[in-house]
């Protein structure tokens, strides 16, 4: 097996910078958008064998170090009796917010085996067929608190944070609930063979340091603390966190993800003795190849070729990214590796 995605998550040397991209299964690849033309997300994430077939797609074409386990942050809510929809052009919408202590008390115990049994499954096949490792994720538990309360997603998760300022019981049943949830989603995920977990804290810039640290640090730590014995890489990724990354960093995961609105190198300082992934803005991706290359290589010049750092971008790949800058970008990287060794 390729195991330099493992290898770097400890900060031990490899042959070259792995690298695999946020959002690298789908609508970016073509053979993504014809699944899609027959069967919806919720179709794919119950389907096991469909489900790996997408998960696979970005490793045969682009050469990632990598796979990700393909499915939505909002996958595992109807386990606990939250009904989402997901609506092109907007996302997880939930009919049925939670708001009140009631709502959150009628939240159901999440059973992995009953609520995700396709995508366990999905799991098994993936391994017996991939020789990179393979990635599975939920999400953290602010943003889809964020989720729950909003509705939908929201860029400054209004109720959410009313709840915590007004109802801070409430907002902290709810956020206790999703972390025992999450445990149990990535736990299963693991003895189902994934080889590495990312947490996606994707609404969680919306904070400050105040709040973070007095509902979201603890909750986070707990739930790091609860995936350790599972002896896996953690990976704690927060998108608009930079001026929260000291305390995302205290609160857990092997690897700190870091968006592309921080210098990773200015960023490894504070972070410290941890791995990092990140961090190159999606966006280039959309420009000329020149542009691509000056970035690309300016992230790995941050990271200076220390053991631990994974390349990824600084958030998903944007749909209308063409897969052969991608593959083109896969191969820059593992070439620089090689061009840092020659000299």
């Not at 953290?140 to 209004?158: I, M």
């Not at 990535?186 to 804290?201: E, H, S, T, W």
């Not at 092997?254 to 990140?278: C, K």
Request: glycine fraction near 10%; proline fraction near 6%.
């Amino acid at each position: 097996m390729n195991d330099r995605l493992l290898r770097a998550c400890r900060r031990q040397p490899v042959d070259a910078t792995p690298v695999w991209f946020m959002r690298q299964a789908g609508r970016s690849l073509p053979e993504y958008r014809a699944i899609r033309e027959r069967a919806t997300l919720a179709d794919i994430v119950r389907d096991a064998a469909l489900c790996a077939e997408v998960t696979s797609q970005p490793v045969r074409r682009l050469g990632v170090d990598a796979a990700i386990l393909f499915a939505d942050i909002t996958t595992p809510l109807p386990g606990i009796g939250v009904d989402v929809e997901i609506v092109d052009g907007t996302g997880p919408v939930i009919a049925r917010p939670v708001r009140t202590a009631a709502d959150v008390a009628a939240l159901r115990g999440f059973d992995p085996e009953a609520s995700a049994a396709g995508l366990l499954e999905a799991v098994r096949l993936l391994r017996r067929e991939l020789d990179v490792p393979l990635i599975g994720f939920a999400g953290a538990p602010f943003t889809l608190a964020s989720y729950l309360v909003e509705g939908r997603g929201s860029r400054d998760a209004g109720a959410l944070k009313r709840l915590l300022h007004a109802e801070p019981e409430v907002a902290g049943s709810l956020l206790d609930a999703l972390v025992d949830m999450s445990v149990s989603y990535l736990r299963a995920q693991v003895q189902a063979g994934v080889q590495v977990v990312q947490l996606f804290d994707s609404w969680i810039g919306v904070l400050g340091p105040f709040d973070y640290a007095r509902h979201v640090a603890p909750r986070m730590r707990r739930l790091f603390e609860a995936l350790a014995p599972l002896g896996v890489p953690t990976v704690h990724f927060g998108t608009g966190g930079a001026g929260l990354l000291p305390l995302i960093t205290d609160a857990g995961g092997d690897v700190i993800g870091l968006d592309w609105r921080v210098d990773l190198r200015d960023a490894w300082q504070v972070v410290g003795d941890r791995a990092v992934q990140g961090n190159l803005d999606p966006s280039v991706l959309l420009g000329g190849w020149a542009e691509i290359e000056a970035q690309a290589r300016w992230v790995l010049e941050r990271a200076g070729g220390r053991p631990g750092h994974v390349f990824n971008l600084g958030h998903g790949v944007l749909p209308a990214t063409d897969p052969d800058r991608l593959r083109r970008l896969v191969d820059l990287v593992h070439e620089h590796a090689a061009v840092e060794a020659r000299a």
